[in-house]
C-alpha cells in the first residue's frame, strides 16, 4: 500500500524524485541502501535526508529528465526566516491571489508572443521576466497559505 505523503514535505519530495530514478537509482546516486532511502521518504520514521544527499538527488532527478529540483523547491518554500512571510489573513491572501492572477496572466500573454517570435531576444527576455515574477508572487502565495503548516 503506497503511504500518503503531505505536501511540502521531504518524503513526498524524495518519493517523486524516486518516482523518476527508481528506489535503487537513488541509493546508487547518495552510496545507500534502497532500504534507508526509503525509510528517509516514510513519514512515520523519524529519519531525515542530509542536505548533501538532497543535493545530489536534486542534480540526479534533473540529470534523468525531473523538471525541477523537489528537495530544494521543498526547502525554499517551507523556509520562514523571521520576517519573510506575514500572517496570513483573509485580505492578505485575497492580494496574494490578485497578484498570481495577474502575473501569471502575464507571464502567458509573453510566453504566446514569444511562440511566433522565437528568435526575438527582447521577446524571449520578456517572457522570462514574467515568468519569473509570476513564480516569485505564487511563492508568496504558497508561503501564506502553508504558514503554521505544511508538516515535517
Not at 526575438?120 to 515574477?133: F, G, N
Request: aromatic share 4%.
Amino acid at each position: 500500500m503506497t503511504k500518503v505523503r503531505k505536501p511540502l514535505t521531504f518524503q513526498r519530495s524524495l518519493s517523486l524524485i524516486a518516482d523518476e530514478l527508481g528506489w535503487d537509482g537513488c541509493a546508487a546516486v547518495v552510496g545507500k541502501s534502497e532500504s534507508l532511502l526509503r525509510k528517509l521518504s516514510d513519514p512515520d520514521t523519524e529519519r531525515e535526508i542530509s542536505l548533501q544527499d538532497a543535493l545530489r538527488l536534486d542534480n540526479a532527478y534533473y540529470r534523468a529528465g525531473g523538471e525541477g529540483a523537489p528537495l530544494f523547491e521543498c526547502y525554499t518554500l517551507r523556509l520562514e526566516a523571521p520576517g519573510m512571510v506575514e500572517a496570513a489573513t483573509d485580505t492578505s491572501v485575497l492580494v496574494a491571489a490578485g497578484n498570481v492572477a495577474k502575473e501569471a496572466g502575464e507571464a502567458v500573454a509573453a510566453t504566446l508572443h514569444l511562440i511566433g517570435h522565437m528568435d526575438d531576444p527582447k521577446a524571449q527576455e520578456l517572457a522570462v521576466i514574467e515568468t519569473e515574477q509570476a513564480i516569485s508572487v505564487m511563492t508568496k502565495l504558497l508561503r501564506k497559505l502553508t504558514r503554521g503548516g505544511g508538516g515535517k
